[in-house]
């Protein structure tokens, strides 16, 4: 038997959860509206992230995750409706991972029906290559840790670019020297803006001169 403030509390922790669940629904819906009418450019940024940052105060993590699911619910709308009907944010984004079109009625009657390590056990099993979440964290003053998954081949791939980076440093080089001769050779090849720059920074060839004929050589020939 609930004594009258064990009730109470009960139920103001009820109506905080409520609260919480609508909350990440309404603002789960405004953001597919953000990211839809690209409002972040009226306000001078680049994207709906840099946007959820500067202007709603938003986390990193929190940002990047209530992206990704507004992205998937655009194309798989019954993912918004699951949100609104009172599906777990969390749940919500453990699904957004993998789900289609296809495979949304199972995949979203799974998720309302198990806890969330039930849902990831069963989303790893179904879909191997969502094991590893991808994600970039802050770990120390400049220094991030990047996290994602390889398959053997891509792994053979990076192994045999490191070897060649350790071969022209003539030492040893690690994962992340690797990483980084990679996106430089990349970035110089690919990226307009630092080709731009190699442009401008070559110096410009010297105009070819007429060579000067002496005036004597010159009054031979007009003889």
Known sequence: MLSGLQ?????????????????HAELLSVIIE???????????????????????????DVACSFIAVARKARKVPELKEAV???????????VARVITPEN????????????????????????PKAAVVEQVRLVAE????LELGLSEELLQQFRRA???VCNKAKKAASLEETLAALLAHYLAKEDPVQKAETVRERPAKAK???EKIPAASLHAVRR
Not at 7 to 23: F, I, M, N, T
Not at 35 to 58: I, N, P, Q, R
């Open 7 to 23: 009730v109470s509390l009960h139920q103001r922790a009820l109506v905080a959860a409520e609260r919480y669940r609508v909350s």
């Open 162 to 164: 490191q070897d060649l």
């Open 34 to 60: 953000v990211d839809e009418a690209k409002l972040f450019a009226a306000f001078g940024l680049s994207s709906t992230y840099a946007y959820c940052l500067s202007e709603l105060g938003l986390t990193e």
């Open 104 to 127: 949304q009625e199972s995949l979203l009657s799974v998720a309302k029906e198990s806890s969330c390590r039930e849902l990831e056990r069963r989303i790893v099993k179904d879909h």
């Open 84 to 94: 609104d009907a009172g599906l777990d944010f969390t749940k919500a984004k453990q």
């Open 208 to 210: 070819p001169t007429a």
């Open 142 to 145: 400049d220094r991030h840790k």
